[in-house]
């Protein structure tokens, strides 16, 4: 099972969105989301990539931590959404795949290894977070299809920078 470093941008909880400067080394305040809504888990970023969005790549760790923007943590890659994300204003859609990992130092997810090892509910609460989160920005998000945590390591080893 290939383990891979990731850095938390938003974590979980939260309904302010952050995103990671490179140029500046800071984290900035991208978004507030509307009231009620936020993180549903860690949402962060796999360094040393880049997707096809032209970011590095995203990833949503799946977690009982409380961790912090910035946070950098060893992760067992479980798989991914194979993913189709709209421009603004629901122009043409483009690859934003979006890739789970669990931390190696987690307790309550240490028996997880692929999607298919978490309840139902958790991958229906993340895919519906990136439906409704899209919404509010006039885009469209829609999931393809799962990966097992094999051809989500293939991708990422090809988005490597």
Not at 66 to 78: D, E, H, M
């Amino acid at each position: 099972m290939a383990t891979i470093d990731i850095v938390v941008e938003t974590p979980k909880g939260s309904a302010q969105k952050y995103d990671y400067e490179a140029e500046t080394h800071f984290f900035k305040l991208s978004k507030i989301l509307p009231s009620g809504m936020i993180f549903p888990f860690d949402f962060g970023f796999i360094p040393e990539t880049r997707g096809a969005d032209g970011d590095p790549i995203d990833i949503i760790m799946i977690s009982e931590l409380a961790s912090f923007p910035g946070c950098k943590i060893k992760c067992r890659l479980i798989g991914g959404f194979k993913a189709k994300q709209s421009g603004e204003r629901k122009k043409k859609m483009v690859r934003n795949d979006r890739y789970f990992a669990v931390p190696e130092c987690s307790v309550m997810y240490k028996h997880v290894k692929t999607l298919k090892d978490l309840p139902a509910e958790i991958i229906k609460q993340v895919e519906s977070f990136f439906i409704d989160y899209n919404k509010i920005e006039e885009k469209e998000f829609k999931v393809i299809s799962q990966m097992q945590p094999k051809e989500a390591e293939q991708i990422i080893h090809k988005n490597r920078t």
